[in-house]
């Protein structure tokens, strides 16, 4: 069974670049699309975008200036790079796989604090 | 982008009570719909695809039919695992959507 493990910085300052990295194991990263999708404390979803090993990505349009997601195939490793955080960027944000659509898997969550 | 917004935003019931979530898409599709379970401090965990597909492993107990713009997630006898927050998510295209949420309180 695929695991999905994120790690990174609790805290970044705003105007910074928050850097969070997942972690596959159990199974083949290039069989799947990754995605970020992050939650604001009590509020809902939010899909931040995918990447795939082929070097394929597709960003939220409300994000898109500020994301870059890649994938690492040999260290296994898919991450999320998004630039001139606020405080509107706080949340818990989740690493998930999909094949068709729909996310089969979910990391733990990882919160990150955007303050001074 | 296609919302996805879910009634009630809230909802109290009783142990062994049949519940009906709605979620509602701004734009018509298939059924390229998606439902999941989430509790506080945990991850989604995902219930149902393809709008009425059963994930493996969850209790038959849930259900989920629509197409179009309406979509619902059924529980047939409501138990105590059940009470935590269920959104819906669209794949018809991106960006992914998911609905605010709706909360499943004990009565």
């Known amino acids: 069974q695929v695991q999905l493990q994120e790690s990174g910085p609790g805290l970044v300052k705003p105007s910074e670049t928050l850097s969070l990295t997942c972690t596959v194991s159990g199974g083949s990263i290039s069989s799947y699309y990754w995605s970020w999708i992050r939650q604001p404390p009590g509020k809902g979803l939010e899909w931040i975008g995918y990447?795939?090993?082929?070097?394929?990505?597709n960003y939220n349009p409300s994000l898109k200036s500020r994301v870059t997601l890649s994938v690492d195939t040999s260290k296994k490793q898919f991450s999320l790079k998004l630039g001139s955080v606020t405080a509107a960027d706080t949340a818990v944000y989740y690493c998930?796989?999909?094949?068709?659509?729909?996310?089969?898997?979910w990391g733990q969550g990882t919160l990150v604090t955007v303050s001074s | 982008d296609i919302q996805m917004t879910q009634s009630p935003s809230t909802l109290s019931a009783s142990v062994g009570d049949r519940v009906t979530i709605t979620c509602r898409a701004s734009?018509?599709?298939?059924?390229?719909l998606a439902w999941y379970q989430q509790k506080p401090g945990k991850a989604p965990k995902l219930l149902i695809y393809?709008?009425?597909s059963l994930e493996s492993g969850v209790p038959s107990r849930f259900s989920g039919s629509g197409s179009g713009t309406e979509f619902t997630l059924t529980i047939s006898s409501l138990q105590p695992d059940d009470f935590a927050t269920y959104y819906c998510?669209?794949?018809?295209?991106?960006?992914?959507?998911f609905g605010q949420g709706t909360k499943l309180e004990i009565k």
């Open positions: 998930a796989m999909y094949r068709n659509g729909y996310y089969e898997g």
């Open positions: 393809k709008a009425s």
């Open positions: 990447g795939h090993y082929s070097g394929s990505t």
């Open positions: 998510q669209q794949y018809n295209s991106y960006p992914h959507t």
């Open positions: 734009q018509s599709f298939s059924n390229w």
